[in-house]
């Protein structure tokens, strides 16, 4: 089993900037991918950005790209995202996952982190 925790999310003026954390535990030998996601109230789920574990390739959704950067630290199992020049509307629940080697679907998530942006 893999267990994530997200961390960083908070309240936030439009323009402002964050750092979320997810560090995962358990069998942590098996991760392939690591991603971000995030759902608002109303609207369904969506994809944020993703990292390969092996040779860090990154793909980010076209609503973010260019304002949020996803990084990672194999070492301590650890996925980041760093969100800048936030809107309102990017407020939403944001979760981050993992992809196994076996699998290669996201089967493993976290509970969630808030972020709120305001104006």
């Known amino acids: ?29 098996v991760t392939y991918q690591m991603g971000w996601f995030r ?20 793909y980010y959704g076209p609503s973010v790209k260019g304002r949020f950067t996803i990084s990672k630290d194999n070492a301590r199992n650890t996925v980041y995202l760093q969100m800048n020049s936030l809107k309102p509307e990017d407020t939403a629940v944001y979760y981050c996952a993992t992809a196994t080697i076996t699998k290669k679907t996201y089967d493993y998530w976290g509970q969630g982190t808030q972020v709120t942006v305001s104006s």
């Not at 893999?2 to 358990?26: D, F, H, N, T």
């Not at 759902?39 to 990154?58: L, Y």
């Open 1 to 29: 089993q893999v267990q994530l925790v997200e961390s960083g999310g908070g309240l936030v003026q439009a323009g402002g900037s964050l750092r979320l954390s997810c560090a995962a535990s358990g069998r942590t030998s």
């Open 39 to 58: 759902q608002a109230p109303g609207k369904s789920r969506e994809f944020i950005a993703s990292v390969s574990w092996s040779d860090s390739t990154t």
